[in-house]
């Protein structure tokens, strides 16, 4: 069974710019989330996706967005990046919570 | 804002004793969770704990958890230098509303 697929693993880009960012969830996966970790900091949520619709998000600007698609692949969309987005991006999936969550490689993401 | 606190924040054992971590943390729980990261890759899940749970065993790997003490341990028993990583508890408390700490770093030395 494959796991939980970032992409890219690497992403540079200049202040300002857009940032796009991939996951595929674990088949059968129905909930995608995703996490900024920054050096040496934890975990901080981001957004939650479920059958499509975004249910939860955490305390970040606007500016960080995504989708969920009909397969349950999600991307994150992160506008205007500012030197302080650049972070290990995570993605992960469940089939519940309740169930604990199936993390990916994750997307570095370095803002310049 | 964490939910989960480790301690301590970095430990460093030699192989083959036994490594201790602790968490704790402010509001009621359905679940705790511990992961593993190696070297800023993604997370592996290592053992759930429910919150009507008191102890939970997988392998090596001894989990508590004390919900009048809001509080939780993991123990791992006679390490191994690939046990090298950080170390993170999640807090589940309901509404897919995971919360990690900010993780202790284990250091095994062959």
């Known amino acids: 069974e494959a796991g939980v697929t970032q992409s890219p693993t690497h992403l540079i880009k200049t202040r300002g710019q857009q940032a796009t960012l991939r996951c595929s969830p674990i088949?059968?996966?129905?909930?995608v989330y995703w996490y900024q970790q920054a050096l040496g900091l934890g975990l901080q949520f981001l957004l939650w996706y479920d059958e499509g619709e975004e249910r939860n998000r955490g305390n970040f600007p606007p500016r960080f967005s995504g989708r969920q698609f009909p397969n349950y692949s999600s991307e994150l969309n992160v506008n205007a990046l500012e030197l302080e987005d650049s972070a290990l991006y995570l993605c992960?999936?469940?089939?519940?919570?309740?169930?604990?969550?199936?993390f990916g490689s994750g997307t570095r993401l370095t803002v310049v | 804002s964490q939910q989960g606190e480790e301690d301590p924040q970095a430990l460093s054992i030699q192989e083959g004793e036994n490594a201790t971590m602790n968490c704790s943390y402010k509001?009621?729980?359905?679940?705790l969770q511990w992961y593993r990261q190696n070297s800023g890759r993604g997370l592996v899940h290592l053992i759930l704990?429910?919150?009507?749970?008191r102890e939970k065993h997988s392998g090596r790997l001894r989990v508590t958890l004390d919900t009048s003490k809001k509080s939780s341990s993991l123990l791992i028993t006679a390490s191994r230098a690939a046990d090298t990583a950080s170390y993170f508890c999640a807090t589940d408390a309901g509404y897919q509303k995971v919360t990690f700490g900010i993780g202790t770093k284990l250091q095994v030395i062959p």
């Open positions: 088949s059968g996966h129905t909930s």
């Open positions: 992960a999936s469940s089939k519940d919570s309740f169930y604990g969550y199936t």
């Open positions: 509001t009621s729980i359905n679940n």
């Open positions: 704990i429910r919150s009507n749970e």
